[in-house]
């Protein structure tokens, strides 16, 4: 096994490919490899950013021979990522694509991995990286790495890497997230794992950081002192989509907010790192989830909501209740929306609110941060209703129409003194053009080149997990009436927006255009 690997941080100027790797995918007939990790490759090998010496073994149950995994690739390249693929690059794609047809409980399916990794090793003179990605349900994580560990396909020889991949959910509460962990450790060291947040690959939540330590215009007004609250919002449009079975036992508290949303959180409100650098970043993120104000019971009736859509319409599409999906429980309690009010107990944020909300079959997809400012009005101006104004917002536009807002007061023209709000613009399209990119580009290229930035340590995992339990805790034995519900196409349940109102706040309103 390998010593701590010392990795470098994201390059920023001089653009690297990625490491000579073999990257093993188990669960490769399934819906994430085709929908984003086949497409994330190929981009990546259209942006010339992966190595001539890289190749990919898709292992699965399923009896394909090599050739039909490849043209099943193609077509869902078609499908998924380009309707026009360069016939060059396919090739060279397709090349470097393998089947292997295994039992993930069987030790004899990894003894036929080893065999043929080290054929496609030296095919490709892959200088024996291997990245295993886990894009199985998460019941098989634990195994998996287990029979790899004894397989002896984790160990670190000489100057190759191994690297394990952990998609979400990791882990449905504290204490499973902590048992998962520790029998990850039994195989890899916390080095060689990167557990996925995809949300951390979007080119906008990036641009959080920079737009806070890089450029510097806003962070001497980043705290109490002049921000009087914070709002996050992810908001869907879809339901559940087929994914009744899945989500039912998941519910939006453990599936958005604890890792996506509280990812988002960290990066909004963490100190500067000293450094672009993995465990400087994560130690600034590690920080804030500490700070994080824990609730009781009582807290929770006040500063979380939850709730259920019930049927409604988006545009003109009848949305049936979430109860009537398929695979769903008919008398299931799973919250399908929550908001949720936190405190982070530093001098940064003392007293500041952070509101945040997250929903199924919601009126737009939408996913912002807003900064509500605090109101410092120097001067007193007669006849102007100044306090009917919103208050000056800062808005952190992460998709779907990436972008920053500022939404300010300003005199309307005319003799009398009149102010109204007005925004300022910016639209990422309008000056980098349309960005395909899903995220996973980023991810599968930094993990390649083993730059942890981007990716959940373990002790910032449980410390969420510890955040959210005593929620999860209260709800499992709450009175019914305690899950709410709201009309699929609305912005959510009323009870909601009486949480802002008892502050004296209110959810901003997203207008329907933005
Ligand atoms: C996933 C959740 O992690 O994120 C889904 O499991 C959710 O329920 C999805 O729909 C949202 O991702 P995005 O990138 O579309 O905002």
New binding site residues.
């Given amino acids: 096994m390998s010593t701590v690997e010392t990795k470098p941080a994201k390059q920023t100027a001089n653009i690297r490919l990625s490491d000579p790797c073999a990257m093993v995918i188990f669960g490769a007939a399934g819906d994430l490899t085709r929908r984003k990790l086949f497409p994330a490759l190929y981009h990546l090998a259209e942006n010339k950013l992966l190595s001539d010496n890289f190749c990919v073994i898709g292992t699965g149950r399923r009896p394909y021979s090599h050739e039909v995994y490849r043209e099943k690739v193609v077509e869902d390249l078609k499908e998924f990522a380009t309707a026009n693929p360069d016939p060059e690059l396919i090739k060279w794609f397709v090349e470097r694509i393998y089947f292997l047809q295994g039992d993930f409980k069987d030790p004899a399916s990894f003894k036929s991995l080893n065999e043929l990794l080290n054929q496609v090793d030296t095919t490709h003179d892959t200088k024996s990286n291997h990245l295993y990605y886990l894009a199985t349900p998460p019941d098989w994580f634990g195994p998996i790495a287990d029979q790899l560990g004894k397989a002896g396909l984790t160990s670190q020889e000489k100057e190759s890497w191994k690297r394990l991949v952990v998609e979400?959910p990791f882990g449905d509460d504290l204490q499973s997230a902590i048992a998962l962990n520790k029998q990850l450790l039994g195989s890899v060291e916390e080095s060689q794992i990167y557990r996925i947040d995809?949300?951390l690959g979007?080119e906008t939540v990036q641009n959080i950081m920079v737009f806070r330590f890089a450029d510097g215009l806003f962070e001497p007004i980043w705290n109490h002192n002049y921000i009087d609250n914070v709002q996050i919002t992810?908001a869907?449009t879809?339901g559940v989509e087929g994914?009744g079975g899945y989500?039912d036992g998941v519910g939006a508290l453990r599936?958005?907010l604890q890792?996506?949303m509280f990812q988002v959180l960290a990066l909004t409100a963490m100190e500067p790192p000293a450094r672009y650098e993995a465990e400087i970043v994560r130690d600034a993120k590690r920080d804030v989830f500490r700070a994080i104000r824990r609730m009781k019971s009582e807290d929770v009736i006040r500063n979380v909501v939850r709730a259920q859509y019930a049927e409604g319409t988006i545009g003109s599409k009848a949305i049936p209740a979430y109860r009537a999906e398929p695979s769903v429980n008919p008398e299931s309690m799973t919250e399908t929306y929550v908001a949720m009010k936190l405190f982070i107990d530093n001098g940064r944020w003392k007293n500041v609110p952070f509101y945040l909300r997250t929903g199924?079959s919601l009126a737009k997809r939408t996913?912002e941060i807003a900064i509500r400012f605090r109101r410092q009005t120097l001067t007193k101006f007669d006849d102007m209703a100044i306090e009917n104004l919103s208050p000056s917002t800062l808005i952190l536009r992460l998709?779907p129409d990436d972008g920053i807002n500022l939404r300010m007061g300003a005199k309307v023209p005319g003799p009398v003194m009149k102010m109204d709000m007005v925004e300022m613009n910016f639209c990422y399209k309008d000056y980098f053009g349309a960005q395909g990119a899903?995220?996973y580009e980023t991810l599968l290229y930094d993990i390649m080149n083993g730059d942890h930035t981007l990716f959940t340590r373990a002790d910032n995992l449980e410390t969420n997990w510890s955040i959210v339990d005593p929620i999860l805790n209260y709800w499992a034995s709450a009175p019914k009436d305690t899950l709410h519900t709201y009309p699929a196409g609305s912005w959510g349940p009323k009870e909601s927006s009486n949480m802002l109102s008892k502050d004296h706040r209110r959810w901003r309103r997203i207008p329907a255009n933005t």
Avoid: A, F, I, T
Wanted: glycine share 12%; proline share 0%; charged share 35%.
């Fill in positions: 979400k995809h949300y979007k992810v869907e879809v994914r989500y599936d958005m890792n996506h199924k996913s998709q899903g995220g």
